[in-house]
């Protein structure tokens, strides 16, 4: 695997490599990717090349012999012993190949869909939560411009007592 990305979000190139070079060193060829920092993490695999590559002999390293089985390459590779040493033929492989690509496929779907499920329940908890706190917001708006205007009313009321009692007084001095 060659590293490439920063400190904080590091992704691997999935290489063919002599095992003296380094890690980020002169490679063979490139058959795939890995970024971890995603979830789940995603694997892009040049599945026919990483076969090749594994069938004629390369050392693959824990990850991405881990990787590999995952992605089934290593699966394909036991499966095509068993048609070299004649116990079943390539449709019978084939044929378990994808049963077990199947069941994988259903398995990652059904965990793509409970996350799903999760970040779905969790932006409508949330969207809830916001309209709770924009209504109480709201009514406490309102409760302030109505006490503003009760104010302002009585206050515009008590101006209009006070002109009125104000011009009886003139007029009753006028008199």
Do not use: C
């Amino acid at each position: 695997m060659a590293r490439h990305g920063h400190k904080d979000y590091a992704y691997y190139h999935i290489v063919v490599a002599d095992s003296r070079s380094p890690r980020d060193g002169k490679i063979i060829e490139r058959i795939g990717s890995y970024n971890p920092n995603l979830n789940p993490a995603k694997v892009d695999l040049n599945f026919d090349r990483a076969m090749y590559w594994i069938s004629v002999g390369a050392q693959p390293t824990d990850t991405v012999r881990n990787l590999l089985s995952d992605e089934g390459v290593m699966l394909m590779k036991h499966l095509r012993g068993g048609i070299a040493k004649g116990a079943f033929d390539e449709a019978e492989a084939q044929r378990r190949f994808d049963a077990w690509k199947a069941q994988k496929d259903q398995k990652n779907g059904k965990i793509s869909k409970e996350e799903a499920d999760k970040k779905i329940a969790a932006a409508k908890k949330l969207h809830a939560q916001e309209v709770e706190t924009n209504k109480a917001k709201a009514e406490a708006i309102a409760a302030k411009r109505k006490a503003e205007a009760e104010a302002l009313a009585a206050a515009a009321q008590e101006a209009a007592q006070e002109a009125a009692a104000a011009e009886a007084e003139a007029k009753g001095e006028e008199a």
